[in-house]
C-alpha cells in the first residue's frame, strides 16, 4: 500500500487544558466555533473519557482530544506536540472571549511577526468584587513590565515556542510566567493584542481575596527574581 499523505499543516492551533473534572469549556468552544480559516482546536485532558463533539460542531473545524499526565504544562506541552499549525494559541477552560477576541488575533496572525501575543485581563463576576483590582495590576504588570500571565492567551509562533523549551513541567507552579521570562532571555517581543479575555475569580473566593492576592504576588516575586537572576547570568556569562 502506498504511504499515507501527511495531512496539510494548519496556521493555527488553539490548545486547551482541561483538568480533572473540568467542565467549563463550552462556552469557550462556542466562541471558537468562528476561529479563521485554517485552524484547528485541541483539547488535552488530565484523565476521563474522551467528550462527544459539541452540537452542530462545523466540519471545516477539527477538534482533537489527547489526554497527558495531570498538570497544566505537560497538557499543554502534550497539545504542542501533536499541534499542526504554524501558531499555537493556549487557553484556559474557563476563558471567555470580550469584544474584538478575535479580529484581534487575525490581526496579530496576518502580521506574520515572531512574537508571544497576549490580551487584556478581565475577571467574571464569580468571585470577590476586588479582583477587578488584580486584573488592573496584571494588564499594568503586563504593559509596564511586560509579564502577563497564562489566563491572558499566549499566542506565538510554534517554532518559537521549541526555542523556548516549551514550558517547564518540573516547575511546581508559574510555568507560564516561566515561559515569559524565557522569551526575555531570548529577545522575543512581547505584543499586545488590544482586546479582552475574562476568566473566572472563583480563586480568589476559596481561600479569600487577600490571602490569594497576597500568596500569588510572593510566588511570582520569588520566581520572577530567579528567572531574572537567571537571565542576567547566561547574558552576562558570570555564575
Request: hydrophobic letters at 45%.
Amino acid at each position: 500500500m502506498p504511504p499515507t499523505a501527511a495531512p496539510p499543516p494548519l496556521r493555527l492551533s488553539v490548545i486547551v487544558p482541561l483538568g480533572p473534572g473540568e467542565a467549563e469549556e463550552g462556552p469557550l468552544l462556542d466562541a471558537l466555533r468562528a476561529l479563521p480559516p485554517d485552524s484547528e482546536v485541541l483539547l488535552v485532558r488530565a484523565a476521563g473519557e474522551a467528550r462527544p463533539l459539541p452540537p452542530g460542531w462545523p466540519p471545516s473545524l477539527p477538534l482533537r482530544q489527547f489526554e497527558a499526565p495531570r498538570g497544566r504544562a505537560r497538557q499543554m506541552n502534550r497539545g504542542a506536540a501533536e499541534a499542526r499549525g504554524e501558531w499555537l494559541w493556549f487557553l484556559h477552560a474557563d476563558t471567555r472571549f470580550g469584544p474584538g477576541v478575535l479580529p484581534a488575533l487575525e490581526h496579530f496572525l496576518a502580521r506574520g511577526e515572531p512574537a508571544l501575543g497576549w490580551f487584556d485581563l478581565a475577571f467574571r463576576d464569580d468571585g470577590p468584587r476586588l479582583a477587578w483590582l488584580n486584573a488592573w495590576g496584571a494588564n499594568r504588570r503586563s504593559a509596564w513590565l511586560g509579564i502577563p500571565f497564562g489566563d491572558q492567551g499566549f499566542v506565538l509562533p510554534a517554532e518559537a515556542f521549541r526555542r523556548l523549551g516549551r514550558y517547564d513541567e518540573a516547575a511546581p507552579y508559574g510555568e507560564d510566567h516561566l515561559l515569559v521570562w524565557a522569551a526575555h532571555g531570548q529577545g522575543l517581543p512581547l505584543r499586545r493584542l488590544r482586546a479582552g479575555l475574562w476568566t473566572s475569580a472563583r480563586k480568589y473566593a476559596r481561600l479569600g481575596w487577600g490571602a490569594t492576592t497576597w500568596l500569588h504576588w510572593r510566588l511570582t516575586a520569588v520566581q520572577g527574581w530567579q528567572a531574572w537572576r537567571g537571565n542576567r547570568r547566561r547574558r552576562t556569562g558570570t555564575r
